[in-house]
């Protein structure tokens, strides 16, 4: 997850690049760029970002789907976020234990 | 450097946006809630902000007459609509106040709902033929190569001569061709009775 939220930070500041450059020397290519390869990159960095929201919300609820399965309380939300990002992909990747 | 009131959000959105992803990038925080709002902020709102003022300033930006002008085959053009001598057409509508800084595209937008988009797309048109074609040319081949796609409506101009005023309809061939202009069967400049609007361009 956070390799994504990287790789979309890096192309928004790329778009950003493209639209302040526009901005500050409005000539036909900054501008043209700017309006075209500048707004699709930063689109795809948002709909990136948009992903990995969703795919947090649902990791987050299928987890609280789990443990109410298994009886157990229900994890709080921030505790279930408030995880180092390596440490959540090192889980999200773990197999589950046999017989759990 | 000009920058109007768009262009001052659209940086401003721009380095808060960029302050937020530089600290994610280098910091790397843990990814809590406080994270996750500034990369709403960061990833979301400032840059879409950004990118509306941005786009604004942008299509302010391409109505200037400087940026019409910044293709070097234009800046003949350029130098006759701002020379304060010159007596063609387009020179004397540029120091018009109601042209400013955007006397080509006053003259040259097309009127209608649609004007501005139709407008833009012709636009990008003329910067396909200059990539494509008038790029490596020189002012003296692009000069005789260069002319306008359509006869100039005389719609464009009745947008101010309006052909109301009683001073206007006191000229002999205005009131002789009224139904015609209105018509837009007969044109006021080009091959019209005022001529090209830049002139110089029509010399040999």
């Known amino acids: 997850m956070s390799k994504w939220l990287r790789a979309s930070a890096v192309l928004t500041l790329v778009a950003l690049a493209m639209m302040v450059w526009s901005v500050l020397r409005p000539t036909p290519l900054p501008v ?28 987050i609820r299928r987890d609280a789907k789990r443990a109410q399965e298994l009886g157990l309380a229900e994890p709080a939300a921030e505790a279930a976020a408030d995880i180092e990002p390596a440490a959540a992909e090192a889980a999200a990747t773990k197999p589950p234990e046999p017989g759990s | 450097m000009h920058l109007d009131a768009f262009a001052v959000i659209a940086l401003a959105g721009a380095v808060a946006s960029a302050l937020i992803l530089i600290w994610y990038l280098v910091a790397r925080p843990q990814l809590n809630r406080v994270t996750k709002l500034a990369l709403l902020l960061g990833i979301g709102v400032f840059p879409l902000t950004t990118a509306g003022s941005g786009n604004y300033a942008g299509f302010e930006a391409t109505k200037h007459r400087e940026f019409c002008g910044s293709c070097h085959v234009m800046t003949p053009y350029l130098d006759d609509a701002t020379d304060p001598k010159s007596t063609g057409l387009a020179a004397i509508h540029t120091r018009n106040a109601q042209f400013g800084k955007e006397s080509c595209y006053t003259c040259h937008a097309d009127y209608g709902m649609f004007g501005t988009v139709v407008t833009k797309m012709g636009g990008m048109r003329h910067v396909y033929h200059y990539l494509m074609t008038y790029r490596k040319k020189s002012l003296a081949e692009a000069k005789a190569e260069i002319h306008i796609r359509e006869p100039f409506r005389s719609s464009t101009c009745r947008r101010c001569h309006t052909t109301t005023a009683p001073k206007w309809s006191e000229v002999g061939d205005h009131a002789a061709l009224l139904k015609e202009l209105r018509a837009g069967e007969v044109g006021c400049v080009g091959e019209g009775c005022h001529g090209p609007a830049h002139p110089w361009s029509k010399q040999p």
Do not use: E, K, P
Not at chain 1, 36 to 57: K, N
């Open chain 1, 32 to 59: 043209m760029l700017a309006m075209s390869f500048g707004q699709a990159v930063g689109t795809a960095a948002f709909g990136i970002y948009g992903w990995v929201v969703l795919a947090d919300l649902r990791r």
